[in-house]
């Protein structure tokens, strides 16, 4: 930020009266730009094909756009004014993979602190195949546990979310008093892109 | 916004390309600037009382800033960048309340999307009565559930998170399976600041 937004003259850093911390403060007309973090919610879409046991699927999407172009994510996107979280994560769903889902309990809350953002999952059933790439994603695909494309995920948040998804499955096929999906809140702490392993 | 903070020329309204909502976009340099939601964290600091077979109360700040100037809040504010969301929460209590806390887990998610906002309260212990107003409050108090000032609550999230706090603690209270307080996700739908009742 070089310029205040709402007059146009120059803005400089300075902690105002009462803060505790440099802002961006315009020189001129002395409004003050806080920059805060930023939501980036999604989905979880699955699948659990009637016509063979059950079998559950997840809905990942390859990304059309940088960061991580090429690689594996859920569909998720930056939270937009005006929408809840779980209208921004049936939007972004809509948006990057063409599908339509029956939005469920908030799963994750994945602070990347780092990068300024909190990253957040939800539970979701998909409603038919009739899923697409959107502008954002070069293909999706639905894939099982077994199939997922591990070492080509887009981020950490995404393989947070895809390993705490599948413990909690055993858990629920495990537990004898109908446990549910848990709420999962958790910090990332190392980079958002990972170096790739060496071959 | 009027003007570009990178350039300092004017911005205008338009649908970048493959994007599908109106965003201010610089009509020298082309940036975009895109709005986005904020994150409001606090949290419920509780005191059991040793002296009193563990009575509980819960920590309020009273506010010296308006909006809502002279009414009672849970102490919250603006997460800031490079912070996770229960540091805001540790943060906003030290800063308003001067109260030190241990914290919880995250209690509720209030989507408050009117005003562009989503709010999130964390349980936390206080750890000693040792506690004082901030710049940002008139007074800091303990309140059981019975002296709460629910007719001078600042923010619908606020009562909304209580009311949910005291419901949790009456099931804690119970059930005999040991469960814990549970994390809610509510839609706040009316208007942020109520209108006072009539005399």
Redesign the interface.
């Known amino acids: 930020?070089?310029?205040?937004?709402?007059?146009?003259?120059?803005?400089a850093l300075a902690i105002p009266d009462?803060d505790?911390?440099p802002r961006h403060v315009c020189i001129q007309c002395g409004t003050i730009?806080?920059?805060?973090?930023?939501?980036v919610i999604g989905s979880i879409p699955v699948w659990e094909d009637p016509e063979n046991d059950g079998a559950l699927q997840v809905l990942l999407c390859r990304r059309a756009i940088e960061p991580r172009h090429g690689y594996w994510t859920l569909p998720a996107g930056?939270?937009?004014?005006?929408?809840?979280?779980?209208?921004a994560a049936v939007r972004e769903t809509e948006?990057e993979a063409g599908a339509h889902i029956e939005i469920g309990?908030?799963f994750t809350?994945l602070?990347v602190?780092?990068v300024?953002q909190?990253h957040m999952f939800y539970l979701a059933r998909l409603l038919d195949l009739d899923f697409a790439p959107g502008?954002?994603s070069l293909e999706v695909q639905l894939f099982t546990e077994q199939d997922i494309p591990w070492d080509d995920l887009a981020f950490p948040t995404i393989r947070k979310t895809l390993e705490l998804f599948f413990a909690d499955r055993v858990k629920i096929r495990e537990s004898h008093d109908k446990q549910g999906y848990g709420?999962h809140?958790h910090?990332i702490v190392r980079p958002m892109i990972a170096p790739r392993e060496p071959d």
Chains 1, 2 share one sequence.
């Open positions: 930020m070089k310029f205040c937004s709402e007059c146009g003259h120059g803005v009462g505790n911390r730009h806080y920059q805060n973090p930023k939501m930056f939270m937009e004014n005006g929408e809840t979280t779980s209208e948006e309990k908030l809350l602070n602190a780092h300024h909190v502008e954002e709420v809140c910090d």
